[in-house]
């Protein structure tokens, strides 16, 4: 396996990955946490509406309270989630990344 991320440290990786009989990866990606920033609504019924074929007089109705609901409702919602950090990675096996990087 060549790479995986995590939102603890490394050695709580590498410790997860013995215990599973597996090999370690050679690097991590660190986890970011992020706010869900909820449905984005308007582009949804953008894309949905451009998808069909709508009968010439068709429209659709109350699109800007739909919008407003859960544009209100999206702000409500308290989900947090990891995310990649591509910007630095953890090297874990540092043997093996070498021989990785001088291979490609």
Request: net charge neutral; glycine share 4%; hydrophobic share 40%.
């Amino acid at each position: 396996m060549l790479a995986k991320f995590f939102d603890g440290n490394a050695k709580q990786l590498i410790e997860k990955y013995k215990s599973e009989g597996k090999e370690p990866p050679w690097y991590a990606y660190p986890a970011l946490e992020k706010r869900w920033e909820g449905l984005p609504i308007a582009e949804i019924l953008d894309c949905e509406i451009d998808f069909i074929r709508l009968k010439p007089g068709s429209k659709v109705i109350g699109r800007e309270e739909l919008i407003k609901f859960v544009t209100e409702w999206n702000q409500q919602q308290k989900i947090i989630y990891y995310a990649k950090d591509r910007t630095k990675i953890v090297i874990i096996d540092q043997a093996r990344f070498d021989q990785w990087i001088a291979e490609e």
